[in-house]
């Protein structure tokens, strides 16, 4: 991942600061405490043998001893050590078929999901799949995650780019999109795909439904696969805003199985769990022909070989977390809107704190788990980054690593219109560290504006 | 995996039989426990709450808390589910180099490492590297390991195969290999890597430290990549047979990182531990340039990103499983000596069945979890089996699971000699259900041949 890179960056004025990672959506390595229900389950998946012991009812609560047995029986001689089949296992997938249900209101098919290793292998097999030459085209937003521009390169394919309109909350405008898709096709590209992240990385928006309907109406009127990003849909701020999946939307649309091609992606990365290191995730693969599917299941087989079984067991968890009258629930909810309330005041005040800086201006984070302010750097400080030949964005993320020991990725990692500058900021420090990060960043700022002002 | 399509044939005939599988070296879904401290300290490390607690000392042994307790204090924020770094935890990392030291008696550099999500996505990640365009050869012995095959042809290389030679034990030998290579590059390919399964998959044989010497001399004079998959490296059955790591063979030969680039493949998948569904396993990488090393680097950070840390826990584990002294030892090494010697138990018993056959030759089961027989099919069969526009060797094994529910994967899936028919079996039945297994099997065979001997 390119945002790690400047980790590596030689340390030398900042032996004394503490390092402060702001760069990777990366939760629980910061601190944020995993869900105690997802754990104890996983805990006993893997040690099924203390199933029947006394101490066990002492040790965990009586839903995940249960929930256990569950997922156990489903499981290929009882075991996570056993290969799971290509789409994983069908228990599994039935109950993460359920909570896309419950969540939705529309059914889905536990044929059409592929359990994965979080998002990034799903992300994989589907570009993978739908590139064939450097004509085949994916439109992609700008701003974007990298691992997009990294894989299309990866599979010579051709990245199609349309801006998100930051002056409109990081919009995502139809007008744009099909000029941009016009000039590509007049160029000879093939445009298969079109990429969305909703809520947005690294810009924090979550989309109106009004603008989701207008692009499933675009995708089919074009005859575009949608490929939805929605790893942070539970990673909603704004009150007047509300997670809506793609599907969601296309069904209440009108819109079935044969016309629209939709891939949905989740992890288990993201959310109020953060649970990175276990790589767990989905995919939901509808509208495509039988074709297609078999070449997808095919790319899957060779590719993923299986994926892990636990990464399985907690995208089934977190899709079907404990529910009201489960011994768990109360903890669990308590947990849940710790994290969730917390993240939705550090992201308000890491907002405000932005932009009450001379030069900045940051849009509402709306979502996710990143802002994504604008910073227009004075000419003095753009010149200094040239005759180090460094991005003006990148001089400054790195002198504020040197100097404060802030570690935040320059914009230019994920593109943006030329001639303006971004940072992308996790809202993920500790909230008792909070202040302390915002009085740096704010520090290092007043400093930097002072050398380098016009 | 290829293996896998039987098990979706349609089967009329034997719903009154129950189905064993001996496709796929998938232990634990045949009954096969999991090494109880492997699973202590991953039970202990998914949840951590508990370390402290009174009722856990009576739960799990002294040294799998006192184990849970290092690794955890060796992750981001103590937790599993912080992403790991692109080559894997440092310390888990230096805990497999130690191990890999032990057991070679030669330096292991903890920068070698990259934790992987077991064993595929290691040989995919080098062979994208080392594959730029058709004319790019691997050489890989037939018959092999169909992850090879497919991953060739998934980034356009060539296979350029040799023989393994079956009436000398599936030995390699290095004229055959030179012919091959000469041919190779006589018709334009660049030849610059050669795969090794040792022990060999799906031939079971352990290849002689001698062949091993011979086979890294041909790789330093022709300039190839070894790369070594020594997945099987715990399970070696032959008592004159023992396991030698190919890097253990390079540093005896004298030759250092700049003499051979060298990389050597593990998982915990296989061995005693048959842990496949957890994904562990690493890749140690030798005696390549900076300037591939960095690409190597890139192509693992954009692959597969973080891979699981529950996989890589597990890999640390393996190669430093408990020592004399340890609480948990003699119950480790109870379950380890039970598991290997009853594989080799049942390797025998399957090896000398095979042999009793009619018209089936079959080699010692050296190693790994397989056998590969030679069936000698009559004319008969062969001619029913072109009639239905099948593989010969592929109508047999239909045959089988259809009349006897025994799901074994045709010789044809692997490759062999033309002319030549096989089928692959594992030799994981449960040992209390394995005479009922092989005299299925012998009568399968017998009723066969009664039907099509000439």
């Keep these: 991942m390119p945002c ?6 030689r340390l030398n004025f900042i032996q004394l600061v503490q390092i402060l990672s702001c760069s990777v959506g990366n939760p629980q390595s910061l601190g944020q405490q995993p869900i105690t229900f997802f754990r104890e389950v996983l805990s006993l998946c893997d040690h099924p043998n203390i199933l029947d012991r006394p101490q066990t009812k002492e040790l965990f609560s009586a839903d995940a001893i249960e929930r256990a047995r569950q997922i156990l029986d489903q499981l290929p001689g009882r075991s996570t050590g056993s290969y799971s089949p290509t789409q994983g296992n069908k228990g599994l997938r039935e109950t993460i078929a ?10 889905a098919n536990v044929n059409d999901l592929f359990l994965t290793d979080g998002a990034t292998p799903a992300i994989h097999t589907m570009l993978h799949l739908l590139i064939r030459s450097k004509q085949d085209g994916i439109l992609v937003p700008i701003p974007q995650y990298p691992l997009y521009s990294a894989s299309i390169a990866l599979y010579g394919g051709t990245l199609v780019p349309h801006y998100l309109d930051e002056a409109k909350g990081w919009g995502l405008e139809i007008s744009d999109l099909k000029k ?5 096709r007049s160029k000879g590209i093939t445009v298969k795909t079109m990429v969305v992240i909703n809520p947005g990385n690294p810009t924090g928006q979550v989309l109106t439904e009004e603008n989701q ?6 995708c089919k009127e074009e005859g575009l696969v949608l490929l939805a990003d929605e790893v942070y849909q539970e990673n909603v701020y704004a009150p007047d805003k509300k997670f809506h999946s793609f599907k969601k939307i296309a069904r209440s649309c009108g819109y079935g199985e044969n016309d629209i091609a939709l891939v949905s992606i989740h992890s288990v990365s993201k959310g109020y769990y953060g649970e990175c290191g276990r790589r767990g995730g989905y995919m939901e693969v509808t509208g495509f022909s039988s074709e297609i599917r078999k070449q997808i299941y095919k790319l899957v087989s060779v590719n993923i070989c299986s994926s892990n079984v636990n990464g399985h067991i907690i995208a089934s968890l977190v899709m079907n977390p404990p529910k009201v009258g489960d011994e768990s629930y109360e903890t669990f909810r308590a947990e849940k809107d710790a994290i969730l309330s917390s993240m939705t005041r550090r992201a308000k005040i890491l907002e405000d704190a932005f932009n ?3 030069g900045v201006t940051c849009n509402k984070a709306e979502g996710a788990m990143y802002l994504f302010p604008r910073i227009n750097l004075p000419n003095k400080a753009i010149k200094a980054a040239e005759s180090v030949s460094t991005a003006p964005d990148a001089f400054y993320a790195r002198r504020l690593l040197e100097e404060k020991g802030i570690v935040v990725v320059p914009g230019s990692g994920f593109g943006q219109v030329p001639g303006t ?3 992308r900021s996790t809202i993920l420090p500790p909230e008792d560290k909070f202040p302390a990060f915002v ?5 290092f ?5 002072d050398e380098y002002r016009d």
């Design 356 to 358: 009450s800086l001379e």
């Design 180 to 184: 941009q898709l016009d000039d590509a």
């Design 213 to 218: 309907k207008q692009i499933v109406d675009f």
């Design 439 to 443: 009085d740096r960043f704010t520090a």
């Design 4 to 9: 790690r890179k400047l980790t590596v960056i």
């Design 421 to 423: 500058w971004h940072i």
């Design 445 to 449: 700022h007043k400093k930097f504006m």
């Design 98 to 107: 359920a909570g896309i249900e419950a969540r939705d209101g529309f059914p």
